[in-house]
């Protein structure tokens, strides 16, 4: 059976489901193939950080790009929750960075002269301070960094979010579709072959994440260089009564309370390959680094554990922009930040694929910085 699009995007994670909507809005016949379900990848086992302050000091491109895509994303809340009338839990308390040794308190001390420096939102909070905002955080907290502005959003309801608006919008999703290749001719692209369905197109986008330089039928200089790192990631159960109203963020482990009654305690970073399974080591890791946070987490009740593929690059910047091979547009990479990058990403994927030149908040993230092709297309 043969079908056409005017674009054909790969993958249904927050990527290809944000560009997808964007291009949808814009009067573009879009479809989406999904392997196996919508956005139950890295998408479903983030924790929904929207936290460029606190992870991030340095004020180049890739700070940009993500504080750009932080700055958009109430309008984007807003549009979705409009258009689709669904409940998006999108939480703007901030994010506290606490110190629990000299070690720690010289490190934030530096971060926080840099960061004021650089005008970021930053506020240095005294001991006594942190523990008046956020009474469960430990009795050892010498200091702590309140980043105001880091926000963060329940990334299973912008997926389900963004799934019924480009429905709405026209747009098609067809899940348990697996892409086997790329079909070009002469360099241009020509459709998506999938097991026993193909796709007419001269447009595609793909968003496989940590699969992306899986797809058959392209050479091997437009198959991104992309790997998956591993995160293990679990929740509490707390009921209406939150342990923590910011977002509580350490190097090593992260608490984000959701409104929903739950309180996620995150992550590992492992390089396994594709394995994606829950360990007794990592559940203990962060079990650790959640209890040195917080010790009255102990009496909370333990409720589920799950895993994801964070899809990464040697540079860990991502990957978006078109490739050699015109028609075929890349935007996978997002690593530890796809769902922060998510609004931005989709804006700047529409932007291009339309107008077919590329935005300057691009260019430092554009594919052939990997293999510096003679020419570039778009
Ligand atoms: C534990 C953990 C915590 C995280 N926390 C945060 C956070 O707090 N904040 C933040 O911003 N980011 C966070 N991230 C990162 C974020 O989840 C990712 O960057 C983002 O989800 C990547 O989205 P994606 O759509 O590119 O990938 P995915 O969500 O993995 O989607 C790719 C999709 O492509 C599909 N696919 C693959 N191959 C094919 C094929 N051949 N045909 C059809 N479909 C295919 C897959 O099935 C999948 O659904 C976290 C990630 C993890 C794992």
Redesign the pocket.
Known sequence: MVHTSEIVV?????????IAWRLSHNGHRVTV???????????????????PHCELDQPDAFFELCQKSLEAYPAFISALKQETGYAIDYITNGTIFPALSDGDQQKLEIRYKRQKEAGLPVELLSAKASRRLEPNLSGHVQMALRYPADH?VE?RDLIRALTQAIRQLGGIIHEG????RILTDQSQVIGVQ?DSVSWETRHIVN??????R??DGVPNTVRPPIRP?????LSLATGDAWPFRHTIYSSKT?L?PRSNGRLLI???VEESGFRKEVTVEGILQLFHGALRLAPALRSYPFEAT??????TTSDSL?ILGPTAVKGLYL????????????PITGDLMADMIENQSIPSLMKPFLPDRFYKPEHREV
């Open positions: 790969i993958g249904g994670g927050v990527i290809g489901l944000v193939l999904e392997r196996g379900q919508i956005g139950r990848e890295a998408s479903w086992a983030a924790a929904g950080m929207l936290a963060q990334n579709t697996a892409v086997k999938a968003a496989t994440g940590s699969w992306a899986y797809l790192v591993h995160g293990q990631i992260y984000v995150g992550a590992t799950w895993s994801g593929l964070r899809p991502p935007a996978t990479g997002h690593y530890r930040n796809g769902i922060l990058l998510a």
